[in-house]
């Protein structure tokens, strides 16, 4: 069955601290692969967006990596802000495909 | 530019009643989705429409039927309501298949008593 796992399930941080989010996938064949942020009570917003053939893709602060071959992804956020809290959702495309999988999300809090 | 719109916003509906949630997007997407987002769950898929006149359940449809009215709108229907179905709805669309950026709604809200 085609999965997408997070971790941590949740993190606080304190402002100006940078942190890695992980995303674990076992969706094959693979098309490409999502971070999306999520404010409370809004749809999800697009960060980045890679193929099975990027490594890396910057937006502002931050930054997603991509090893296909082990099926991982990371999402690193620079010099965290109050504003970066928010749900942070891996999703996984099937090559393809049209259905979209959705890790459960990692919730940062970034606290003063 | 809008981008995709739901309607409403918010909704409370007893046991048994049914209603329809509605959703429209302005960018000549192909592909629309309708998600349900509960605690702890993420986001999973009722129902998709890979193009204008078909339509394919996913994860989760029981209790749910969709319709594709045309390329912009995508309905959602519980045609009769249960507690189970109290849950935040997300609808998204795509320009196409694969490496394009899924657009959402900004969700509608149902409790159901």
């Known amino acids: 069955k085609n999965q997408v796992e997070q971790s941590p399930q949740s993190l606080i941080i304190l402002e100006g601290k940078n942190c890695t989010l992980q995303?674990?996938?076992?969706?094959?064949?693979?098309?490409?692969l999502r971070w999306y942020k999520q404010d409370t009570g809004r749809g999800p917003v697009s960060l980045t967006i890679?193929?099975?053939?990027?490594n890396t893709k910057s937006n502002g602060r931050y930054t997603a990596t991509l090893d296909a071959d082990t099926k991982q992804s990371s999402l690193h956020i620079t010099a965290s802000q109050l504003s970066d809290s928010a749900s942070y959702i891996c999703?996984?495309?099937?090559?393809?495909?049209?259905?979209?999988?959705f890790g459960k999300g990692t919730t940062l809090s970034v606290s003063s | 530019n809008a981008g995709v719109t739901q309607t409403p916003k918010f909704q409370v509906l007893k046991t048994g009643q049914s209603m329809t949630l509605q959703c429209a997007q302005d960018?000549?997407?192909?592909?629309m989705y309708w998600y349900r987002q509960d605690p702890g769950m993420g986001l999973r898929l009722i129902y998709y429409?890979?193009?204008?006149?078909?339509?394919d359940k996913g994860e989760v449809p029981n209790g749910y039927n969709v319709s594709r009215l045309n390329k912009r709108e995508f309905s959602l229907r519980l045609e009769s309501a249960a507690p189970s179905q109290t849950s935040v709805y997300f609808c998204?669309?795509?320009?196409?298949?694969?490496?394009?950026?899924?657009?959402f709604g900004q969700g509608t809200r149902l409790t159901v008593v």
């Open positions: 999703v996984v495309s099937e090559q393809a495909g049209t259905a979209l999988i």
């Open positions: 995303c674990n996938y076992t969706v094959s064949p693979f098309s490409n």
């Open positions: 890679m193929t099975f053939s990027e």
């Open positions: 960018m000549n997407h192909n592909s």
């Open positions: 429409s890979a193009s204008e006149g078909t339509t």
């Open positions: 998204a669309s795509i320009p196409g298949q694969g490496g394009t950026e899924a657009f």
